[in-house]
């Protein structure tokens, strides 16, 4: 855990307006998707929620951190994770499969060739997305950092596709906990 990182997404969820237990802020954490640099690639989220059918979760992002492009494909019969993006605090930007409609794009530096989704939906607060299911996305925030509350079905998290050959993912454990 990179407790500096840490310490500034805790502090940018004290402004989150959903109120949380004292057990869920327990339960916050970061992770780095395995790439070694948790403040520009990673994210700081808790799973609020997660049934067998149903998983909520809250995602906290510093200023321009980004969340790595990913996708949720169908397998064994399960159809994939459709995710829904609703902006709770700061600039939340979502990243789909399509063309850019702008030039600014911050890509993580040396990283073009694994952030191919470059349809910008950028969200403030009440804003929603749904990403569908099986569509290449990645997050991130705006100059404040951002939150927001995602709401998707459950799926064994072990099938996502991350595509820097380094990405390990983000574990979740398949069992309930
Ligand atoms: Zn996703």
Same mark, same amino acid.
């Given at each position: 855990m990179n407790d500096k990182v840490f310490q500034k997404a805790r502090r940018l969820l004290d402004r989150c307006p959903l109120p949380l237990s004292p057990a869920e802020l327990e339960r916050f954490k970061t992770d780095d998707f395995g790439l070694g640099q948790l403040e520009v690639e990673g994210f700081a989220f808790i799973d609020l929620l997660r049934t067998d059918l149903v998983r909520t979760t809250v995602i906290v992002l510093l200023p321009h951190q980004t969340l790595p492009e990913h996708k949720h494909p169908p397998y064994d019969g &399960? !159809? =994939?994770?459709?995710?829904?993006?609703?902006?709770?605090?700061?600039?939340?930007?979502?990243?789909?499969?399509? +063309?850019?409609?702008?030039?600014?794009?911050?890509?993580?530096? =040396?990283? #073009?060739?694994?952030?191919?989704?470059?349809?910008? %939906? &950028?969200?403030?607060?009440? #804003?929603?997305?749904?990403? !569908?299911?099986?569509?290449? %996305?990645?997050?991130?925030?705006? !100059? +404040?950092?951002? $939150?927001?509350? $995602?709401?998707?079905?459950?799926?064994?998290?072990? %099938?996502?596709?991350?595509?820097?050959?380094?990405?390990?993912?983000?574990? $979740?454990p398949n069992v309930n906990t």
């Open positions: &399960s !159809p =994939g994770k459709e995710e829904t993006v609703r902006c709770l605090w700061g600039t939340f930007k979502v990243y789909v499969e399509g +063309e850019a409609e702008s030039k600014d794009l911050l890509i993580p530096p =040396g990283k #073009d060739a694994y952030y191919t989704a470059r349809k910008e %939906h &950028s969200l403030s607060p009440g #804003d929603q997305f749904t990403v !569908p299911i099986d569509i290449r %996305h990645w997050f991130q925030a705006g !100059p +404040e950092g951002a $939150i927001a509350f $995602i709401a998707q079905n459950r799926v064994n998290e072990d %099938h996502n596709i991350f595509y820097d050959p380094e990405s390990t993912g983000c574990k $979740i």
